[in-house]
């Protein structure tokens, strides 16, 4: 790779980091408005056709998100730059009442290479949660049988830059830590008959998560694990009256949110043909308050597992000590969680399966996958998603440090 190359790379990565930074919301649920916004677990790389397990998968051309300690599995000589975009078509219901809502955002910008023979490191930057409700209601006015219009609407997120750092301990052990600058704006409006109530909270945090990795024969087991963090938040509110003129502005820093604790544990294996993986996330969540008397804010888990089938066998070859992919993987995927919003006392799980396919392109990757998810049980008040997902990834993989031999 040429240095103009390599130049070209890191501005596309900061363009593109300042783009997501200032894009439009990527979620229309209304459980948003809960806590720092719907928390985004997802991966929109390589495996999303296999639900995004990341945990136990390390390869040589992959820059997992999931668990650092992979990122210490990169061939020595390639520079890979990775993108992800996602469109994704929702439908709301609840008492019967529907709602649809599309979206489409980039998703996730990543560069990564081989430092020295046992490190590897990753920068990248991906949403790390999202905002985006409208909510009107009739509430009753005090002393009096009149009720009054109020509307809720609420915005913004959060994205975070974060430096993977994978080191081989041993021939088969792997350790990794992601260090992650969390920044954004979250921004909610009521508006009442009497007057118009802004608040804008900023984050700014650095916070780390940590990974491990057993690795032999084509058998990797990992585990992560991500400790509780509070978040500060710098408030501006402001009200206004009628004719929105300012009445009060008053800027305040509060601390009752916080990142979870996390425990994370998964498996792969490779036998060439065929690819099997599983993931086990749990969160900690209970202490959050919803400021919603019948929603309530309680532990969470997920399971993912994922299949991925090579026709033709063993789907890259190696040059000396270089890897190259040359056969397309087929790709299945089934998710199973346990939300953390709890409603009326009872909890709702959710469910999503995922399809898709992963090919060479020359020295590249090109990955494409479709979900669907939807509630597997849930409250009767419950608001209930349904959507599809197409995501697109792209890796481009370019040499690094080749050196030209002349006679």
């Not at 009149?146 to 509307?151: E, F, G, I, L, N």
């Not at 087991?221 to 501006?236: C, E, F, R, W």
């Not at 099997?276 to 993912?304: A, C, L, P």
């Not at 898709?356 to 009767?380: C, D, M, R």
């Amino acid at each position: 790779m040429t240095m103009n190359n390599k130049g070209s790379f890191i501005a596309i990565f900061l363009s593109v980091y300042c783009i997501l930074s200032v894009q439009a919301q990527s979620t229309y649920s209304p459980y948003s408005m809960l806590g720092l916004g719907e928390i985004e677990n997802r991966d929109y790389g390589r495996t999303a056709g296999m639900s995004n397990i990341g945990i136990g998968v390390r390869d040589f051309d992959y820059l997992n998100v999931a668990n650092p300690a992979g990122i210490s599995g990169l061939d020595s000589l390639k520079f890979i730059f990775d993108m992800s975009v996602a469109g994704k078509q929702s439908v709301f219901i609840r008492n019967g009442k529907r709602d649809n809502a599309f979206n489409a955002n980039m998703k996730k910008i990543a560069m990564g290479f081989r430092v020295m023979p046992r490190w590897g490191i990753s920068l990248g930057a991906k949403p790390f949660s999202d905002t985006g409700y409208r909510i009107y209601s009739e509430e009753p006015v005090e002393g009096s049988t009149a009720t009054k219009a109020v509307y809720l609407e609420g915005s913004g997120g959060l994205y975070e830059l974060y430096l993977s750092n994978g080191v081989k301990i041993t021939d088969h052990f792997s350790v990794g830590i992601n260090t992650k600058y969390i920044n954004g704006t979250l921004k909610q409006t009521e508006n009442q008959s009497e007057y118009l109530f802004e608040e804008e909270s900023r984050v700014s945090q650095l916070y780390n998560t940590f990974g491990l990795q057993y690795h032999r024969e084509g058998l990797t087991v990992g585990a992560t694990y991500g400790y509780k963090q509070n978040i500060s938040l710098n408030n501006k509110i402001i009200i206004y009256d009628t004719d929105y003129n300012m009445i009060q502005e008053q800027k305040e820093r509060s601390t009752g949110q916080f990142i979870p604790e996390t425990f994370g544990i998964g498996f792969s294996r490779d036998n060439k043909k065929l690819f099997w993986g599983m993931d086990f996330e749990y969160q900690k969540w209970k202490g959050i308050k919803s400021g919603v008397s019948s929603t309530k804010i309680v532990d969470s888990y997920r399971v993912n597992t994922g299949v991925g089938y090579t026709p033709k066998g063993n789907r890259y070859y190696r040059i000396e000590n270089q890897g190259f992919r040359n056969h397309g993987q087929m790709q299945l995927g089934a998710s199973l969680s346990k939300s953390y919003i709890q409603v009326g006392g009872t909890n709702a799980y959710n469910y999503s399966v995922s399809a898709g396919y992963s090919f060479p392109v020359n020295w590249n990757v090109l990955n494409i996958s479709l979900e669907y998810g939807n509630s597997l049980s849930a409250p009767s008040n419950y608001i209930k998603e349904s959507y599809w997902m197409v995501t697109f990834n792209c890796s481009i993989i370019d040499q690094w440090f080749k050196i030209k031999k002349f006679n």
